[in-house]
């Protein structure tokens, strides 16, 4: 849909109404993220960070009433690109940040291109909790300094620790009112006036007023003053050497893009009970935060806050998105001069709450009840992400999940492989009809009828090998795979063991009822050449009637030709 078809429609005027109060919303937040990504002029970077992606995404995206803007996981990675980057390159450090900002857009388009947007947030809820929680950990620490009223410390949240006791020493009392007030008034606005009023943008009036009547003249930092105007164009900027660097951080900044925008699409959908577009949405994003880069803007997402506050309004478009980033782009134009009065302290206070929101408190509280290892991975994937580094904590996290859900699947699918000779013991274990059964006992111990059901992953390797070496006197192997719809390629390599050793023995193989991608599967690793075309059987009654025929050719040979 085009912005002019947008324009048009019959809900024009709650979309307006959204993009304004969604703008009010967002102008403190906006700023506050600004000034604690440590950028120069951060307020202004901020600000349009929150215009560019807001406005691309909305234009370009694929959730309708979705509010993107910079977001404090966005923001907190960036801060720790931006720091790495200017210790290593003090002069080109912004640049090359605001290079990875476009690069992480870059990856996002791709990731949209390819549809990958369902796989994206396909991930344990433990790992996706885990580093949310870290980041949320690390936004309240990066804000204490300000919040006390000094500049923020060299070293990330390791260095704030290490220099907390000389903060406190130091602490600016003023300051620290100031921002007490701020968070004082977030979280004491009665809930039926936060439609009308948002508390970040009444705890940014309150704290600037209070500034400015009972603490003139003070020694309170404040915004350095933002330049008007539109902003000054950025370009790829980065040595070859810095190449690989730049790439890795672009790749963590959008794919964490990639999830906190897919998740706050799906908290949009049980909103509005529609259906968001991920791929759709990964390209605007994309889009969008190439543009913030290049206009030298924080990456942003899919906020929550804002998107609800949006479908609360009642929007329905992307004219809500596309109002809201006119508005602020007014703010950055003509009122910028302005916020040179507002305290830091005030925006720390505003941030440290949104650093708190982001913590998962609801599955901090529940974790060691619903899941022991689900919690030590939630914990552990915390920490790596505060003292190390999100790819390695996502990393880790995935994988020590997927292992355990891999022997967890193993354990499951391992109870369907079954090795039995007749149906005394194992009558209920193996859906046969009457005929089967009598046909199968009728072997005597000869025939070994090896059951397969489900899908075969690599995690049951272990148990076709343990069942195989079952055979004992068997003379006929019968290999039952009709229940079987994917056979992996650990499990077809253990499954050509077992039919070459019963082949060793001397035994006569049947394969019984294999799908054709199994049974192609098989016949890649030449098992055909094996056991004979001929011993590829439909249904598992006639295969057990062969397999009597064959035993009873044996006997008569015994007989007719005893040792």
């Known amino acids: 849909?085009?912005?002019?078809?947008?324009?048009?429609?019959?809900?024009?005027?709650?979309?307006?109404?959204?993009?304004?109060?969604?703008?009010?919303?967002?102008?403190?937040?906006?700023?506050?993220?600004?000034?604690?990504?440590?950028?120069?002029?951060?307020?202004?970077?901020?600000?349009?960070?929150?215009?560019?992606?807001?406005?691309?995404?909305?234009?370009?995206?694929?959730?309708?009433?979705?509010?993107?803007?910079?977001?404090?996981?966005?923001?907190?990675?960036?801060?720790?690109?931006?720091?790495?980057?200017?210790?290593?390159?003090?002069?080109?450090?912004?640049?090359?940040?605001?290079?990875?900002?476009?690069?992480?857009?870059?990856?996002?388009?791709?990731?949209?291109?390819?549809?990958?947007?369902?796989?994206?947030?396909?991930?344990?809820?433990?790992?996706?909790?885990?580093?949310?929680?870290?980041?949320?950990?690390?936004?309240?620490?990066?804000?204490?300094?300000?919040?006390?009223?000094?500049?923020?410390?060299k070293g990330g949240v390791l260095g704030t620790v290490l220099a907390l006791p000389d903060l406190i020493q130091n602490t600016n009392v003023l300051a620290l009112i100031l921002a007490l007030i701020s968070v004082a008034v977030i979280y004491t606005v009665p809930s039926r006036f936060k439609r009308y009023c948002p508390p970040q943008l009444l705890a940014l009036v309150v704290g600037t007023a209070a500034a400015l009547i009972f603490f003139p003249n003070q020694n309170i930092p404040t915004i350095p003053d933002i330049p008007m105007g539109l902003p000054n164009l950025r370009f790829p900027s980065f040595s070859p050497n810095q190449f690989t660097t730049i790439l890795i951080d672009g790749i963590v900044l959008g794919l964490l893009g990639?999830?906190?925008?897919?998740?706050?699409?799906?908290?949009?959908?049980?909103?509005?009970?529609?259906?968001?577009?991920?791929?759709?949405?990964?390209?605007?994003?994309?889009?969008?935060?190439?543009?913030?880069?290049?206009?030298?803007?924080?990456?942003?997402?899919?906020?929550?806050?804002?998107?609800?506050?949006?479908?609360?309004?009642?929007?329905?478009?992307?004219?809500?998105?596309?109002?809201?980033?006119?508005?602020?782009?007014?703010?950055?134009?003509?009122?910028?001069?302005?916020?040179?009065?507002?305290?830091?302290?005030?925006?720390?206070?505003?941030?440290?709450?949104?650093?708190?929101?982001?913590?998962?408190?609801?599955?901090?509280?529940?974790?060691?009840?619903?899941?022991?290892?689900?919690?030590?991975?939630?914990?552990?994937?915390?920490?790596?992400?505060?003292?190390?580094?999100?790819?390695?904590?996502?990393?880790v996290g995935v994988f020590i999940a997927n292992i355990l859900t891999?022997?967890?699947?193993?354990?499951?699918?391992?109870?369907?492989?079954?090795?039995?000779?007749?149906?005394?013991?194992?009558?209920?274990?193996?859906?046969?009809?009457?005929?089967?059964?009598?046909?199968?006992?009728?072997?005597?111990?000869?025939i070994l009828l090896f059951y397969l059901s489900g899908p075969m992953i690599f995690g049951v390797a272990k148990a076709i090998a343990r069942e195989h070496r079952a055979m004992g006197d068997a003379s006929v192997l019968v290999l039952d795979l009709q229940d079987v719809p994917r056979l992996g390629v650990t499990a077809s390599l253990a499954i050509e063991n077992m039919i070459l050793d019963a082949c060793s023995r001397k035994l006569t193989v049947y394969v019984v009822g294999a799908a054709p991608k199994v049974k192609q599967r098989l016949i890649s690793l030449g098992v055909d050449q094996v056991i004979g075309e001929e011993n590829w059987i439909d249904d598992r009654k006639t295969c057990l009637e062969l397999a009597l025929q064959k035993i009873a050719s044996e006997n008569t040979f015994s007989v007719l030709n005893p040792a």
């Not at 998962?360 to 920490?383: E, P």
């Open 1 to 153: 849909m085009s912005i002019f078809n947008l324009l048009h429609t019959k809900n024009l005027r709650a979309d307006v109404f959204g993009g304004v109060t969604t703008a009010i919303v967002s102008l403190p937040l906006a700023l506050a993220f600004g000034v604690a990504s440590g950028a120069e002029n951060g307020s202004l970077v901020g600000l349009y960070g929150a215009i560019c992606v807001g406005f691309f995404a909305a234009l370009f995206g694929g959730t309708p009433t979705l509010i993107s803007e910079p977001t404090g996981p966005m923001t907190v990675v960036f801060t720790t690109i931006l720091a790495s980057l200017t210790a290593s390159d003090p002069e080109n450090g912004l640049a090359m940040a605001f290079t990875v900002v476009m690069v992480a857009g870059l990856f996002q388009i791709i990731c949209g291109y390819f549809k990958l947007g369902k796989y994206i947030t396909n991930m344990p809820y433990s790992v996706i909790s885990g580093f949310m929680s870290g980041i949320g950990v690390i936004l309240i620490t990066l804000q204490i300094a300000p919040f006390l009223g000094q500049g923020t410390p």
């Open 258 to 395: 990639c999830i906190d925008t897919l998740l706050t699409a799906v908290i949009a959908d049980s909103l509005t009970r529609t259906e968001h577009n991920s791929d759709k949405e990964l390209i605007g994003q994309g889009i969008a935060n190439i543009v913030s880069g290049v206009c030298g803007g924080l990456p942003g997402a899919g906020a929550t806050m804002g998107t609800v506050v949006n479908i609360q309004t009642g929007a329905k478009t992307a004219v809500s998105g596309i109002t809201r980033a006119v508005v602020l782009l007014a703010v950055a134009l003509f009122a910028a001069p302005y916020a040179k009065y507002i305290p830091m302290p005030v925006l720390a206070g505003i941030a440290l709450k949104v650093g708190i929101d982001i913590l998962d408190w609801s599955f901090l509280k529940r974790a060691h009840v619903v899941s022991k290892k689900g919690t030590f991975i939630m914990y552990g994937v915390m920490a790596l992400t505060v003292f190390v580094d999100l790819i390695v904590a996502v990393g």
């Open 406 to 446: 891999i022997d967890h699947l193993s354990q499951f699918h391992s109870q369907n492989i079954k090795a039995i000779t007749d149906t005394d013991d194992s009558a209920d274990s193996i859906p046969m009809t009457a005929a089967e059964k009598e046909l199968l006992d009728r072997g005597n111990g000869r």
